[in-house]
């Protein structure tokens, strides 16, 4: 998720479209959040890791 969000951050600032800016961002922080669950190891929505 986290790759998806810089994805959208770039192109939401390139083309100017805030849409894109704002689920870039969004996308981006659960990415980040699911990640640091993961590698304390900590169940997230039942899962354990995410990759």
């Known amino acids: 998720m986290i790759i998806p969000g810089i ?3 770039v192109a939401g600032f390139v083309t ?3 849409i894109l800016w704002t689920i870039g961002v969004v ?3 659960i990415g980040v959040v699911l990640w640091i669950f993961g590698s304390l ?3 997230a929505a039942g899962r354990r890791h995410y990759w």
Do not use: Q, T
């Open 7 to 9: 994805i959208l951050l």
């Open 27 to 29: 996308l981006a922080v």
């Open 41 to 43: 190891g900590h169940a």
């Open 16 to 18: 100017g479209i805030s």
